[in-house]
């Protein structure tokens, strides 16, 4: 016997248990789209799981490597003013070579700041309809199940129908059965 499905998919465990020749057992179908929940499940994840990863893959390592450089120039410029601060004020080429490396060092720092802080928002608004458009995604893949779940209960309806007069045939033979069984107990009993 092949493994079973989830217990979600209870009618395909009822038509396995069902199925070994009594009656029940004929008139049940076999249960292919009882594993719709398995594929909504596949769905989203793949949808929501590919969309998010290339989300902190893509957008999140350039952010952190604007902030590698961030900090880089930062420590750059630092270091440049601690040089600037302590150079000699008698030595002018001194002087003039620090402040000139501090002038170089605050243009770097404040043009990589501007980057940095536009990473920062670009990733805020980006996070925001990112997270929307997977949930989206998701959203789409429910409404794709349950039409397909509704197009398949609209396709067995029929099948309802029929199996509801077999059922109902079931329930008039064995109501007779029993009265048949009823009536040979009591004759049995009243011969002894």
Known sequence: MAPLP???????????????GNVVGLILPPCDHCNYSNILFDQAQRSIKQQLHSFVKEDVRRFKETKKQFDRVREDMELAQVKNAQAPRNKVHEAEEATQSLVLSRKAFRHLALDYVLQINVLQAKKKFEILDAMLSFMHAQYTLFQQGYNVLDEIDPYMKKLAVQ???????????????EHKHALIQQRD
């Open 167 to 181: 059922l109902d045939q079931l329930v008039i033979d064995s109501a007779m059965e029993k009265r048949d069984l």
């Open 6 to 20: 989830p217990a979600s998919s209870s009618l395909f465990i009822f038509y396995i248990f069902y199925s070994s």
